[in-house]
């Protein structure tokens, strides 16, 4: 079924794009003015604060917070480390590198493309020059050039699990492709991803995904592509023979390749665990200093209180291809390309490009079934944008953008944009505009499919887009079958929970249970895409009691998450229903990027009740009598929780300003709401004034009258006040005072 891609520019502070299946919402991503996307960007960056504790640096690079580097982010060539020591990382990466061939060289026979890829990897493209310069200055400039650095220098310490031992020698240099186009933020458990494969070795897993304006002529892209698979097919044969030719060459090189595949294995591990060794000596306080100056590029955006999340392993995307400038074993083909005939097509097409030595190449996805010609030309574009970026770096002075990554629209297209999406329909001139014209330059032949929307009515009210972009504002998520999911996330850890709802189609519990599971399978994958959720994922599902149920619901939300172009690891169904799972985090959320706490409960969802709130507020006053010196204390509290403490707690107050000699009023106030309250403080306390003398009974004496009038006065013998009681307070006989005649 053919989808269309609908982009909202109407208005310059938010740009919206949403690809459209059935009418439902698939994929959905938006841009705001005010806070511009780091992720992607390059930046020549300063070292603040090298933290021990944390291993990593903190670095100035220009963003509202210091960025995070940790220390496995950080290249070899930044190391500032002794001669001696240079030398021997030196001689253990070129002993790793011959082993790593010798080994794909033992398997040539089984597999040339697939060989020739492992030796590539291992002595990095074109067989030469690929590994870390160690040699440099303590006091030169940071290197803006390709730096030859192996990114999986730290492969043991990555928490992988161990292959057996074939084929963790076959899969060693694999191996390191992998983790080199996955590097991310040690601290986030995404980065080790196993059981299924979603991400893109190219688009998903090379962290960032960056391009700019493409400079080659549109004209040139418009070839005739069935002229260009004619030449294509006439070198096959010499392609074949070529590699063929090649792997010869480079075993008679390598006398490594003639000793025991076994033997190779041993070497090969113990040369590793040597290189390891060397590496793992060093903490980041001896290698990084203060004041350093580093080319970074943002893996992740700024979150909360959290800065952005840096590397200094780069990489620069294109339409069809990566290239990785600074990690030499980075290459390869995409994971997500299953055709063994296009992977092999497209190994010799990598072959022919000859990529210096340093670098690395991925084909991405997109680029499975493109020519030899249209891959060359995105590479040399990568090239040349590689080389402004370089030429830039050694004219600026840090902190400074070097390279901003590409608009939303821009990027959509690229990224977004494939075969199966009939149009993209844009709202805005000045968006209509950007998407055309990007368009002619990357796919001149779709930009036909480029359409601008006229109408009065707003694009996504006119698709049904604005309503189910509310829904995600929301945690319950209706499902067809009459069940829901309740979505519920903090920080890092978010909850799906199953529920059959009013789900009674199916004959029998089981049933119910797993027809709510699939659906709910679906509906998750979905809403991960939709609200960007990120972190551990924990589904709860329906409790099931056949295990080939369990296997079900996991094998249908595995097929829904190939969709997802995040690096994603899922697990199993445990014996409590529950199914963890982990998911890398691409951009700001729709709740992060679009909400703020909420004023009234600060983000906890729920305020207490009036009756909790009152008691709150009075604890609060009478404590603020006990240890104040005011005389008036006035409480500003909401309408609803006034009224509340004035109708039944009017006792609680009195006695407040009985036993504290302060007056306490109670003010609606219509700005307060929930259990919010103010305590304003004016006035001096009253001095308590000297006790009343006490006159007892029989110690009275008479005392004669001064006049024939006559009147009698009360004296409390009891009470120690010297305070004048109004009449309706003045009670003497009700206290036991005793009375005493005075005669005039």
């Known amino acids: 079924m053919k989808k269309t891609m609908l982009i909202d520019a109407a208005n310059e502070e938010e740009v919206r794009v949403c690809v459209l299946q059935n009418g439902k919402v698939e994929d959905f991503d938006f841009e705001s003015a005010s806070k511009r996307p780091v992720r992607g960007n390059i930046y020549l960056a300063r070292v603040t604060r090298v933290e021990p504790s944390l291993q990593a640096a903190f670095v100035e690079f220009g963003g509202n917070r210091h960025g995070f580097l940790a220390f496995n982010e950080i290249h070899p060539d930044y190391y500032q480390i002794p001669v001696s020591d240079r030398a021997l990382l030196q001689e253990a990466d070129k002993e790793e590198a011959e082993l790593a061939a010798a080994l794909a060289l033992t398997r040539a026979g089984e597999d040339d493309d697939d060989a020739l890829d492992e030796i590539d990897a291992a002595l990095g493209e074109g067989g030469e020059g690929g590994r870390p310069d160690y040699s440099r200055d303590d006091d030169r400039a940071p290197r803006a050039s390709g730096s030859d650095g192996p990114h999986a220098l730290e492969s043991e310490a990555e928490g992988s699990e161990a292959p057996e031992p074939e084929a963790a020698a076959m899969d060693a240099p694999a191996a390191e492709t992998q983790s080199a186009d996955a590097h991310d933020m040690n601290a986030d458990p995404l980065d080790e991803i196993a059981g299924i494969e979603e991400a893109d070795a190219g688009e998903d897993a090379a962290a960032p995904e960056i391009v700019e304006e493409i400079e080659f002529a ?18 096959e044969e010499d392609d074949e023979a070529a590699v063929a030719a090649r792997i010869a060459r480079l075993a008679e090189q390598n006398p490594l390749a003639k000793l025991p595949r076994r033997e190779l294995i041993e070497r090969y591990r113990e040369a590793r665990r040597k290189k390891a060794r060397l590496l793992r ?39 069809y291809c990566v290239l990785m400038p600074n990690t030499a074993r980075g290459g390869g083909i995409s994971r997500k390309i299953p055709v063994a005939a296009d992977r092999k097509r497209l190994r010799r097409v990598v072959d022919s490009l000859d990529v210096p030595g340093g670098m690395g190449l991925i084909i991405r996805t997109a680029g499975a079934k493109r020519t030899k010609a249209e891959i060359k030309r995105d590479y040399e574009y990568l090239v040349r944008l590689w080389e402004n970026i370089r030429t830039l770096t050694l004219k600026s002075i840090a902190p400074c953008l070097i390279y901003e990554e590409a608009s939303l629209i821009k990027r959509a297209i690229r990224d977004l944009y494939d075969k199966d999406i009939a149009q993209v329909i844009v709202e805005g001139d000045s968006g209509y505009r950007e998407a055309k014209d990007f368009m002619k330059m990357l796919m001149p032949s779709h930009s036909k499919n480029v359409q601008p929307y006229k109408e009065r009515t707003p694009l996504f009210v006119a698709h049904n887009v604005e ?44 049933q119910t249970a797993l027809r709510t599971n699939l659906e709910a399978a679906d509906e998750a994958a979905r809403q991960m895409r939709l609200r960007d959720l990120a972190g551990l994922i924990v589904v709860d599902f329906i409790d099931m009691e056949e295990g080939r149920n369990n296997r079900a619901v996991e094998k249908r939300l595995k097929d829904a998450l190939r969709a997802d172009r995040a690096r994603i690891q899922v697990g199993r169904i445990s014996t409590f229903g529950l199914l963890e799972m982990s998911r890398q985090r691409r951009r700001a959320g729709i709740v992060d990027g679009t909400t703020h706490a909420c004023p009234t409960c600060g983000g906890a969802g729920a305020v207490r009740s009036h009756e909790m709130a009152a008691l709150r507020i009075l604890r609060a006053t009478e404590h603020e009598a006990i240890s104040g010196e005011a005389g008036l204390l006035q409480v500003k509290v909401a309408i609803d ?52 003398v006490i006159v007892r009974a029989d110690t009275t004496e008479t005392i004669e009258p001064d006049a024939g009038t006559e009147e009698v006065a009360v004296e409390d013998a009891d009470a120690g006040e010297s305070e004048v009681r109004s009449e309706g307070e003045s009670r003497s006989d009700e206290r036991g005072g005793r009375r005493r005649r005075r005669r005039r």
Do not use: C
């Not at 005739?224 to 294509?232: C, L, P």
């Open 218 to 235: 549109a004209p040139a892209l418009a070839a005739d592509e069935a002229g260009e698979d004619a030449v294509e097919n006439e070198d």
């Open 281 to 319: 000596n060093y903490k980041i306080q001896e290698v990084i200093k203060r004041r350093q100056i580093l080319l970074v590029q943002a893996v992740k955006e700024e979150r909360g209180t959290k800065g952005a999340a840096l590397t200094t392993y780069l990489s620069l995307a294109g339409r």
């Open 467 to 510: 309503a189910q972009l509310d829904s995600m504002y929301q945690p319950t998520v209706r499902l067809k079958s009459g069940g829901y999911i309740v979505i519920n996330q903090t920080e890092a850890l978010i909850a799906i929970d199953v529920n059959s709802g009013k789900s009674t189609r199916e004959r029998n519990i089981e």
């Open 641 to 692: 929780v006034a009224l509340y403490v004035l109708n039944h707690k009017r006792e609680w107050l009195r006695r407040i300003e009985e036993n504290y000699g302060v007056t306490v009023e109670v003010i609606a106030d219509s700005t307060k709401a929930g259990d919010n309250f103010e305590i304003e403080k004016t006035g001096a306390r009253k001095e308590a004034a000297e006790a009343p």
